[in-house]
T-cell receptor, first 115, second 113 residues
Framework: DVKVTQSSRYLVKRTGEKVFLECVQD?????MFWYRQDPGLGLRLIYF???????EKGDIPEGYSVSREKKERFSLILESASTNQTSMYLC??????????????FGPGTRLTVL | GNSVTQMEGPVTLSEEAFLTINCTYT??????LFWYVQYPGEGLQLLLK?????DKGSNKGFEATYRKETTSFHLEKGSVQVSDSAVYFC????????????FGAGTRLAVHP
């Protein structure tokens, strides 16, 4: 069974803290993604990675960074958490394809609250 | 730019009712279209997809047809069950874009016995 796991289901942090969200996939997928999910806005892409050490900004990268040192692991970093980063964060992965047909597999999400 | 528009929810139905959730898109080129579902407390999972015009995706009794002329991909099911209660997301992906997805806002469906 394919699997994407995220390090925490719920996380509470204080304003200004550095926050790490970890994502691991066991499917040997090339592409990995971080989204945030907010009511009425759907999912918005923060960053994605198409190979180890390669990353690209998504639609809302401000206030975030990422790291991909190994193929199976993709980390999202909030350098200095702020209250407007309170959200549900979803990680996903998929095989590489130039034809845009591949299914993305999602983790269960991390609900982050910044106080 | 590319975008997806879904009908606003919530949609509330009785068991065995007919379901339609509207989805329209704007995209350059020839996108692939997807419906993902999110059950309570879970991540998203693929429900169905269509990769070219006039394709019909189907799964678990749900169907959607890729209509290029109306830029639509409406989700339908003939008889919903309580277990179909979830949030449904329409999404698109364009060739050469690393399989990035652009999502609609999501539509919450609540089915009552």
């Amino acid at each position: 069974d394919v699997k994407v796991t995220q390090s925490s289901r719920y996380l509470v942090k204080r304003t200004g803290e550095k926050v790490f969200l970890e994502c691991v996939q066991d499917m040997d997928h090339e592409n990995m993604f971080w989204y945030r999910q907010d009511p009425g806005l759907g999912l918005r892409l923060i960053y994605f990675s198409y190979d180890v050490k390669m990353k690209e900004k998504g639609d809302i990268p401000e206030g975030y960074s990422v790291s991909r040192e190994k193929k199976e692991r993709f980390s999202l970093i909030l350098e200095s958490a702020s209250t407007n980063q309170t959200s549900m964060y979803l990680c996903a992965s998929c095989e590489a394809s130039g034809r845009a047909v591949n299914e993305q597999f999602f983790g269960p999400g991390t609900r982050l609250t910044v106080l | 730019g590319n975008s997806v528009t879904q009908m606003e929810g919530p949609v509330t139905l009785s068991e065995e009712a007919f379901l339609t959730i509207n989805c329209t898109y704007t995209a350059t080129g020839y996108p692939s279209l997807f419906w993902y579902v999110q059950y309570p407390g879970e991540g998203l999972q693929l429900l169905l997809k269509a990769t070219k015009a006039d394709d019909k995706g189907s799964n678990k009794g749900f169907e959607a047809t890729y209509r290029k002329e109306t830029t639509s991909f409406h989700l339908e099911k003939g008889s919903v069950q309580v277990s179909d209660s979830a949030v449904y997301f329409c999404a698109l992906s364009t060739p050469g874009g690393y399989n990035k997805l652009i999502f609609g806002a999501g539509t919450r469906l609540a089915v009552h016995p």
